[in-house]
């Protein structure tokens, strides 16, 4: 199993940056892909950005060129580089890890953009 801790969250205004992080803890060194989720308010969860464990990427439409996914030093951690934020950004954002062909998910933290 593996539990996932997300950081990083907060009140931003429109144009500014944000950094999220996730730390895993477990059975890290089975997870095959991380990734970020985020679900806004009346909305369904969707796919923001996922690295596999060869460093393959890929991003939601609405964030590519703006956001950016690592997994920077150990295998245990994946991180949101998060810029030019906009209003219909906050939601939110879960950390994602599978393992085994089974999907665990961190408890999320909120991202507002506003002013």
């Known amino acids: 199993q593996v539990q996932l801790v997300e950081s990083g969250g907060g009140l931003v205004q429109p144009g500014g940056s944000l950094r999220l992080s996730c730390l895993a803890s477990?059975?890290?060194?089975?997870?095959?892909?991380m990734g970020w989720y985020r679900q806004a308010p009346g909305k369904e969860r969707e796919l923001v950005a996922r690295?596999?464990?060869?460093?393959?990427?890929n991003y939601a439409d609405s964030v590519k060129g703006r956001f950016t996914i690592s997994r920077p030093g150990a295998k245990n951690t994946v991180a949101l580089q998060m810029n030019s934020l906009k209003p219909e950004d906050t939601a939110v954002y879960y950390c994602?890890?599978?393992?085994?062909?089974?999907?665990?998910w961190g408890k999320g933290t909120l991202v507002t953009v506003s002013s």
């Open positions: 994602n890890a599978i393992l085994h062909g089974m999907n665990y």
């Open positions: 477990g059975s890290i060194f089975s997870i095959t892909t």
């Open positions: 690295i596999s464990s060869l460093d393959s990427t």
